[in-house]
């Protein structure tokens, strides 16, 4: 079974600051990986995906995220973080073998503060 | 260029009744699903379906129903709402529920249930 970990339900940082939101995945064959942002009141959107095309994903905003499959961790970067990136942040996966299910975590509040 | 359209926004109802959460994607979609987010929890898989015709629980499907009779449509029946059903509700699609596709997801329905 395919689960997603994000370590941090609220995270912190101050604006110009290094986001890092932690996720870990569990699953059993090669996964897919995904991270989506949520603003308030609004449906999520995708930040950037894994497909196992290259390791370092880029996303929209200036974010990014590294797959490592060694550590199975899917982490969210950013350098420097806006006021704009205050929002939740969701892990998920979906497996390589066609189960069709997309499991989201529990989710990562990011706060900037000025 | 709607995407993921849900129906109602706001919806406030009494314990025992019934109602429906109406879903709309305009992208040919053939995987769509329902999750719901609660505080602490993430989004849940209620139900998801891989296409016309076909349909599948997900984590937590008691007290909920849906059929896929179209391509474009996956309704969420509420069969006798519980104030545990209280929720906000996201439908969401992708191109095939496989290989990596980006699932988009909907505005979202705030649910009450008194």
């Known amino acids: 079974a395919q689960s997603v970990t994000q370590l941090g339900s609220h995270v912190s940082v101050s604006e110009g600051a290094l986001v890092l939101l932690r996720c870990n995945y569990s699953?059993?064959?090669?996964?897919?990986l995904f991270w989506y942002v949520q603003y308030p009141n609004q449906g999520l959107q995708l930040l950037l995906k894994?497909?196992?095309?290259?390791?370092l994903v880029k996303g929209i905003n200036g974010f990014e995220a590294e797959f490592k499959k060694s550590e199975t961790s899917f982490h969210l970067t950013k350098p420097s973080a806006h006021m704009s990136d205050a929002a939740e942040y969701f892990c998920?996966?979906?497996?390589?073998?066609?189960?069709?299910?997309?499991?989201f975590g529990t989710g990562t509040r990011l706060k900037v503060l000025a | 260029n709607a995407g993921v359209t849900q129906t109602p926004k706001f919806q406030v109802l009494k314990t025992g009744q019934s109602m429906t959460l109406q879903c709309a994607q305009d992208?040919?979609?053939?995987?769509m699903s329902w999750y719901r987010q609660d505080p602490g929890m993430g989004l849940r898989l209620i139900h998801y379906?891989?296409?016309?015709?076909?349909?599948d629980q997900g984590e937590v499907p008691n007290g909920y129903n849906v059929s896929r009779s179209t391509t474009e449509d996956f309704p969420l029946r509420l069969l006798s709402a519980a104030p545990s059903q209280t929720s906000v509700y996201f439908c969401?699609?992708?191109?095939?529920?496989?290989?990596?596709?980006?699932?988009?997801f909907g505005e979202g329905s705030w649910l009450t249930v008194v």
């Open positions: 379906s891989v296409g016309a015709g076909i349909t």
């Open positions: 969401a699609s992708s191109f095939d529920g496989r290989t990596g596709n980006t699932i988009y």
């Open positions: 894994y497909t196992s095309a290259a390791t």
């Open positions: 992208m040919n979609h053939e995987y």
């Open positions: 998920a996966v979906s497996s390589t073998s066609g189960t069709y299910k997309y499991i």
């Open positions: 699953s059993s064959v090669p996964p897919y």
